[in-house]
Every structure is written in C-alpha cells, then in structure tokens.
C-alpha cells in the first residue's frame, strides 16, 4: 500500500461515476484522519498522472511515512503475508536496475514481496462476534484470474466464519485511470460474501474503522509463487490457508446468473436456439493476440465443426470472418456488450471450444464440457481443478530473428507450424469424451 496526501482539494471521476474527493492535507495532524490517503502502488501512479494532466504544477501526491501510519493505535491488523513497506522495496529495487545490468527484471521483480507462509489462524487475535475487513486492490488484471480470486476469497471467507459470527469483505479496487472499473465491480460485487466494492484511494480515518485488512497491491506481480501454482492456490498462499488441505470442492468458480440483469432480446434469442436443440459455443480469439487461434485456423476449425457436429446449433460471441456465412453458425456478438451478457450467453451452451480466456473460467461455474486450445505452458496447471475443462497445447515454435529488444513480425519464421499439426478430429474427439 501507498501512504500519501494531496496539495490541493480535487475530485477524480471513475467509468461509473463515482467521485472520489480529495481534500489538502491538514496539519497538524496524528495522520488518522480524512486528508491522509491510501492506495495501490499502480493506483498512485496512475493518480499522479491524472494530476499531471490536469496541472502538475498545482496538484502534487506527497508520500507519508508508513511506519508513521502503521503506528497508529486504531491500525488494522494485516492478514496474510504482509506486503509492508512495499513502495521502499520497489524503489530500492529500481535504483539498483539503473545502477546494474540486470537481465531479467521480471524474474527479480517475483521476488521483490516475501513468499515465506505465514498462518492465518494465528494472526485471528481479535475477540468480537462481527469483524470487517477491508481488500486493497483488486485481485486479478483479467476476468479469468479474478474469477479464480474469488474462489479463494471464499475459501477465507468461511475459515474466517469458523472464528467470527459474522465477517463483512469490502474491497477497494484502483479507479483512477481503470477504464474496466465497472466491470470488476461486478465481478466481485456477484459473490455473494462480498459486502461492498469501492474505488480507492480512501482516507486513514475511514481505513482504521476495519479490523483486519489484506494488502493486494502489486502482489501478483512481484510474488514469486503466482508464477509457480494454480491462481486459486496462489491466492490462498497469500491469505494464509494451507492450499494443499483445502477440499478441491470448494476451489471452483461460481457465478450467480440471478443477480444478472439481462436484455429481454438476448434471452429470447437464446431461448429459441435452447429449443431447437443442442447448442456449441466457438470462441477462438482472446484480447491477447498470442493467446488467440490465427483466424485462418480458426476458420478452419469452424468449417470442420459445422461439418462433423450436425446436431448442434454452433453459436459465437466473436466475428470469426466477416464473409463467412452459415444457417447453422449465430453470432451473438451485438447482443455481447457485458460481462453479464457473456456468462449468461455461456450458461446455455452444452458445450464449448475456446482459446485460453476467460471463458474456460466462467464454463467451470457452469460445469460445461469445455476444450481449450491453448499455447501456455502452464494450461494444465490453471485448470487442474475444472473436472469439465480439457487441454490442447499448442507448442510455439516460432523463432524470432530480430537482433533488436523489439519484437519485429516479419523477422518471426514458423509462427503457424505448429497450428499446421492441430488435427480438428482431435478436438472433436475429446469433446465427444465428456
């Protein structure tokens, strides 16, 4: 977390609305008041930016002494593997890259926030019946990684309730320059255990009327056992709880579509696709590029689906190939506009093929038989807990011959051989295996 005030009074607006106000820091002060701020390491960067924008000179963000903060009498208890004094980490850190060569940064970075694991039982030291505890940052950049977040947020959740008769979660997510704000707002906001979500930053005052607190900024960047386990494992690591001891049960996704507030012409359209049958849903393409299938793979694999598979009305979220046309292929993607529009669209597939996104997470809410073609080395390790998800690895065997940092596309040679190889009959085969 970063500890800090602002120069002048001002109010940032997030992508839903939502006015966070900032208020000149007043003095003298014992820190534990409205005008001492805290947030995310990525969240105060971005709220510097915003005030350079607006008039660097006028509007500054001025760092508190943490230990100062930390101090105080009424300082929530930290839960979980402590991600003090973050900001004096990673600014040594930077110094020591400018002043050595260091050839891996992303490796060192893991390493930047302790690993070692602590017990959350033992830091359970207040003795009320009601407790709450505040989340700083959110807990995942993707839709995947957050909906694998939450499953271990519950996991908390009920080894919190075995202590506390009644445990309420706030979570504090970065606002200032987050343009999907809204969307994970309601992604967390869909777990029923989760009381409120916020945009940070928010003042000392307010902070220090929690019990406990766990610190989420940057972690998942710079903590070394997010690159080795499962998301969900990684999570629990970080809260505390022996992974390993956890029922496999309670490590899957769950999403509650009642909450969901969905176009009467979505639900008629699918409605009417669920009565003529079987539906498949086909979703190639990623927001990530790598991760994607390439669209003449793609295509290919579409072509050979509505082939092979004629008891199925194949539906997708995607543009695949604007000139390709099917009477049994419906793309769905005008009425896709949300995060709730995706998962309510999912929820009624039998089936599914996808690239490596976030639908392979939202399918295991929905126990959906589900073949993921994906080029991550780590695929098995991220679904080894979805008995209804299996995998397809694709080995990259592109080779780049560009002597530059950069990445230059026409000096990368075999970027497709690999997809060349991908028999289609394997995939339909293992769908055919559920």
């Known amino acids: 977390m970063i500890f800090f005030r602002v120069t002048q009074n001002i109010n940032v607006k997030t992508t839903d609305g939502s006015l966070i106000k900032y208020f000149k820091f007043k003095t003298p002060s014992n820190l534990n008041n409205e005008t001492a701020y805290i947030t995310t390491y990525d969240d105060f960067e971005d709220l510097k930016m915003v005030f350079k924008n607006v008039d660097e000179k006028l ?257 997708t979220t995607l543009n695949i190939d604007n000139k390709f046309k099917d009477d049994r292929l419906v793309n769905l993607n005008k009425y896709s506009k949300t995060f709730q529009d995706l998962v309510y669209i999912i929820s009624f597939a039998d089936k599914m093929i996808t690239t490596h996104t976030s639908t392979m997470h939202i399918s295991d809410a929905f126990m959906i038989p589900t073949v993921v073609i994906s080029t991550s080395q780590r695929i098995e390790e991220e679904i080894k807990y979805y008995d209804y998800v299996k995998a397809i690895r694709i080995q990259d065997k592109s080779k780049s011959m560009s002597k530059f940092i950069f990445e230059n596309e026409s000096l990368t040679f075999y970027k497709f051989e690999s997809w060349k190889k991908l028999k289609i009959s394997k995939i339909i085969k293992l769908l055919e295996t559920f």
């Open 59 to 315: 509007y500054k963000a001025r760092l508190l002494i943490e230990d100062k903060i930390r101090s105080l009498e009424d300082f929530p208890i930290e839960l979980g593997i402590s991600n003090k004094n973050e900001f004096l980490k990673f600014s040594k850190y930077k110094q020591i890259s400018n002043e050595y060569f260091i050839n891996d940064k992303k490796e060192i970075e893991t390493f930047l926030q302790s690993s070692e694991y602590v017990d959350l039982k033992k830091q359970l030291i207040i003795k009320k019946n009601k407790i709450n505890v505040a989340f700083i940052g959110t807990m995942g950049d993707t839709i995947g990684q957050m909906l694998c977040s939450c499953s271990a947020l519950r996991v908390f959740y009920n080894k919190l309730k075995e202590v506390y008769d009644e445990v309420l979660f706030d979570v504090y997510l970065n606002a200032s320059n987050n343009t999907f704000f809204s969307r994970d707002k309601q992604i967390y906001l869909n777990q029923d255990f989760i009381n409120k979500v916020y945009p940070l930053s928010l003042n000392v005052k307010r902070f220090c009327t929690y019990d406990y607190f766990v610190d989420n900024s940057m972690v998942s960047k710079h903590s070394s056992y997010y690159d080795v386990l499962n998301w969900t494992d990684a999570w629990l690591y970080k809260f505390g709880i022996n992974y390993k001891k956890v029922n496999v049960l309670e490590k899957h996704n769950q999403i509650n579509i009642d909450k969901f507030i969905i176009d009467f012409k979505l639900k008629e359209k699918l409605t009417a696709l669920k009565s003529k049958g079987k539906i498949l849903l086909y979703h190639p393409y990623a927001a990530d590029i790598n991760k994607s299938i390439p669209q003449e793979f793609a295509l290919k694999i579409l072509r050979k689906l509505l082939k092979k598979c004629e008891d199925y009305t194949i539906i």
